[in-house]
């Protein structure tokens, strides 16, 4: 919330500038002069219009990829920048663990091989409910769900900063 805070507010000081230079130029189209006097006031209105094109867009292209939610991503499974990563860190920042636990549960049964998703749950138990048996289960069932050594050894690594030991399987 506060991020797109930040991002409307970027796109009303962008517009303001924006208006500024647009209006300029509109001034420069009204008072110029029939003939060939008047290109050169005519050219510069234009430059004043894609400056203001320039300054604006970003700011709007920033707009709605926050209110959409990155639609126009790979589609692909990203990670933190995957819509339903991003509702289940929404949910944990506001402190509603279990619906964010139910968040990544649906993620694993769809991306059942992703190490980030234990990882994030992994985290979720041990540092927001400081659940060492959830944590456990988590890092058991993540080790067998992934692929490669590299990830189970992600698990492991995670489990061993929150607890003693890494769980045995």
Known sequence: MIELRKTVARLVGRL?????AAGYG?????????????V????????CFVLAALIFTPALVR???????DVLDS?????GNSPHFRVA?????????AEAMAELEQIAVEHPGDVRVYL????????????QEQARAICRR????????QDAGLLDAAYKKGCAEPPVG
């Open 26 to 38: 509109r001034y420069l189209i009204v008072t110029s002069e029939p003939g060939i006097a008047g």
């Open 89 to 97: 860190a929404d949910k944990r920042a506001r402190g509603r663990h």
């Open 75 to 79: 589609g692909g499974f990203g990670g």
């Open 63 to 69: 707009f709605v990829a926050e209110l959409t939610g």
């Open 16 to 20: 303001g500038l924006a208006a500024l």
């Open 142 to 149: 993540g080790k067998r769900a992934v692929k490669s050594r």
């Open 40 to 47: 050169s006031r005519l050219v510069a209105a234009m430059l």
């Open 120 to 131: 994030e749950m992994l985290a979720i138990a041990l540092v927001d409910l400081e659940d």
